[in-house]
């Protein structure tokens, strides 16, 4: 008896387990962009058998399934498999029709983003190409003689070439999934009735979450490197301005965002998702029009300028350039000092640590709540113990309620040097979810219902609205979608 399945919730239970490392599993997979009847692909046996079976046909492959312009082989589903099982995944009790389902669903996203003229732009393919390519050789002593090998590719260009289409696709297929849920809100009625509708003995448990406080010392840098900085900048933008120089070129040959060359040197920034980007970047992008270059400006991590590549609605493609003043010896001995003094008087009781923070810190986006620091995923003030920054667990692990550390010395990715040091300000134990005091994490839940129930809707409506043919064996599979159309 086939088994009733729910497709959609399974691929999003699985969405962030696939690793890039995996790509190329996939990419003996041709995406075909012809329609092909539901048939088998047959092909003489060869001659070296038994004369009597020397003329019954060898199944080479199949056609499962046709989805737009998209095309499903029947080797795809243990494919499939391999690729999750590979990635960590446990399919104990999971079903091929289950797998079946899960790729009706990517191709159908995919041909629905490509109707709907959604853009991944080449150059971030090609980026995310070149990184996969990079891990894979590194898992064979960098010798690419043997890569083509194992995956049975006759050259880099073609084994490129694979990869990129497998990327776009799943590209293709993440944008419209997004583009499905970006209007989705929430409001607080919404969230109240979501956890009153919850039986009390299958309310979540939440782990022991801690509040943390913060004061971070910068070592100060003079008005004349900042100066030269802006100088330097300025006949960057003057010579592309003026000369018709290479934008992107300078970014290479002098930007200093490491970030830059794992993105394709293009940064993808929306108005209605504020994401991580620092506000004055944010403010600077969304003032610019289409190919313009801003004047040099400051954030937190040095002085910028931004050219703004290409506009699709909210959406924005940037490239920068980000150059970071040298900090002397003496900014850095300074700047220690400092924090040691603070450090002090809040352990001889002279100042509390939200009155320092308030007082000293140069961290702004903590300094006025007295140094409390705001989780990035929950934008709240507390962190769940099992879900803290490694980094940030390891600073606080021994640390008692109320206790400040030691003088911590935290260099960024970009190399800049700060001090600080951290207090435990609260401490909320292992509980049951409650309303008040977990309403952020309640909202994320409700909001993650919302989404899955306007997919699956949305799901419904272009499944009767796309070509669609199951093929072979995958007629039996009861799904909870309509793929069978019956």
Known sequence: MPLKINNLKFTINLKHIVTLSLTLLLINVITAQEIIEDQKVETPAEVKVDSTQAFK???????????????????DIPKERQQLIASGANLDGVTDCQLFGRILESKLYAHHAIQDSIVVSDAEVRSEVDYTLEQFLQQVNGSMERLLTVYKKEDEKTLRDEMFEVIKNRKLSDKMQEKVVEEVEITPEEVRQFFNKIPKEQRPRFGTELKVAEIVIEPKISTEDKQKIIDRLNEFK????????????KVVLYGQDPGMKDAGYIYKLNRKKPGN??????????????GEISDPFETDFGFHVIKVEKVRGQEYDVSHILLMPKVSDDALKEAKLRIDKIREKIVAGELTFAEAAKESSDRK???????????????????????????????????????????????????KVKFKILMITDRIDDHEADYATDYLKIKELALQEKQINTIEKWQEEKIMDTYIKIGGDYKDCEFSSNWLKK
């Open 57 to 75: 046909p060898r199944k080479i492959d199949g056609v499962a399934a046709v989805v737009g312009d998209f095309i499903v082989l029947e080797s």
């Open 238 to 249: 003057k010579d592309v301005v003026e000369n018709g120089a290479s934008f992107r070129t």
């Open 277 to 290: 980007w620092a506000k004055e970047f944010r403010d600077v992008t969304f003032s610019m029009q289409e």
């Open 365 to 415: 986006e903590t300094r006025l709540d007295g140094g409390q620091m705001i989780n990035p995923k929950t934008q709240d003030y507390k962190f769940e113990l099992t879900k803290m920054d490694t980094e940030l667990y390891t600073q606080i692990q021994n640390l008692k309620d109320g206790e400040v550390s030691p003088v911590l010395t935290e260099t960024e990715r970009t190399g």
